[in-house]
Each structure stands twice: as C-alpha cells, then as structure tokens.
C-alpha cells in the first residue's frame, strides 16, 4: 500500500510542505519517500501526544519538523506553501470544509493540495472489518464527545475535493489487500486497541456488545486496510 501511495505523489514536486493533522507522521513518511523532491516538511497537529513519536521518526532529519498548533488558526503567512496534505483525518473535523479553506490560504497560487482519505464502500470483507472497527472506535469517541465521525464514501470524498476547483485533478484508488488477513501480530495488535475502547466504553452496553462483536469479526473474516482515495491537485488561483 505504501508504495501505491507513494506512486500517487510521485510526480509532485514539493517544495515546502505542509501535513496538516499529521498525528504521528505516518503520512510525512510517505512524502518524504514518496515526493519527486522537497525542501522542507512541516507536519502540525493540535495534540501532543504524537509530538514524541514523531520525533523518534524524523528527529535526525532537520528539515523535518513537528508543531503543535490547531488546522484552523495555524499562524503561518498566506501563501506561504508549495504544498499542503492532509491523511486519514477529514472524518474527525466538525468542518472539512473550513479545514479545506484554511489549507488552501496556505496554498501559493500553483501550488498542489493533497488529500488521502480511505473510504467506506465498495470494500471486500477483509477490508470491511477495517471500516467496521473503525466506525466502532469513532461511537466510543462520539460518546465522550470526541469529534469522529464515520469514515464517507467515496462519492461524497469526490465531491468534496471537486469544491475545490484545483487544475490537473489526478484520483487515485489505493488498495491494501497483500498480506495475512489473519497475521497473528496484527490480530494482537488490534485485540489490544479493541481492549483499550472495552475499557472506556464501560457500562455502556450497547457499545460493549458491539465491540465483542467487532472482535469476533477479526479473529473471524480477518482485516486488510480499506480502499485508500488520493486525490492531488493544483492551486492555480489566489487564496
């Protein structure tokens, strides 16, 4: 999968480069590898708690760097980017839209926006248990009145990205369906984060019940990423 992204970007020449919502930077890693060139990589997010894993991956790499500011009021000047990306995230802002405005203003006129947001139809049944975790988990924040919203499909990511009007719009489907649907260390891994949203989610019965649920799925049909939607394109007009 990360070589099929990488491919999607591959002919994006970077220049200084913004990742908006970067967490812990699993996305600068595929710019990093993935651009034609850069100059610099900026990855911002409002929490800290990716700010130390981030550092761990890129902390030797001076161009590379972490700031903890909000997507909407970042405080860097108009313009002031050749590129802006945002990964895996649209679904847990109260405002795309906004987010989008905001990114575009940080956009120099010819600069390219790239978004990659997976999707949630059109899945396999490996695929659909990763969707299905995924909306579980965004009830479990919901609940706590945590902004996610389950992941769209892939339509409306079409039409959300059209809105914006760039040049040379390129889409592209990246698909995750290599590999062990039922690898022993994966299946660990996410019994462990299943454990983790039980925990929170205690008392809550529906919700218990449909994480038991979501688990026996897992250990059932197995998982593979869901159908990945890149879509990169230019900023020809004035912010």
């Known amino acids: ?18 990742d908006v919502a ?4 699993g996305f600068v ?15 911002i997010d409002t929490g ?4 130390a894993a981030f550092e761990e991956a890129f902390g030797g790499d001076p161009a590379i760097r972490f700031v903890q500011v909000d997507a909407l009021w970042p405080g860097f000047a108009a313009a002031s980017f050749d590129t802006v990306s945002i990964s895996s995230s649209l679904h847990h802002f109260a405002d795309p839209a906004a987010v989008f405005d905001q990114m575009r203003s940080l956009l120099r006129p010819g600069g390219t926006l790239i978004v990659s947001e997976m999707y949630r139809d059109r899945q396999t049944e490996t695929q659909l248990t990763n969707v299905r975790l995924h909306h579980g988990w965004a009830a479990v924040d919901t609940g706590e009145g945590i ?15 059209g809105r914006l009007g760039l040049a040379d719009l390129r889409l592209t489907d990246v698909r995750d369906t290599d590999g062990d649907p039922r690898d022993p260390a994966t299946v660990a891994e996410l019994d462990a984060v299943i454990d983790r949203h039980l925990e929170r989610c205690a008392g809550r019965r529906e919700l218990v019940a449909r994480g038991l649920r979501l688990r026996r799925r897992l250990h ?20």
């Open 147 to 161: 902004v996610h919203r389950e992941t769209y499909r892939r339509a409306e990511l079409v039409a959300l990205v």
């Open 48 to 51: 800290a708690a990716g700010a």
């Open 220 to 239: 059932r049909v197995g998982i593979h990423g869901a159908i990945t939607l890149v879509a990169v394109g230019r900023h020809d007009r004035p912010a």
């Open 22 to 25: 970067t967490g812990r930077g």
């Open 29 to 43: 890693e595929v710019l990093r590898d993935g651009l034609r060139d850069w100059t610099e990589i900026v990855g």
């Open 1 to 18: 999968m990360l070589a099929d992204l990488r491919r999607a970007i591959g002919h994006v020449s970077g220049g200084r480069v913004l």
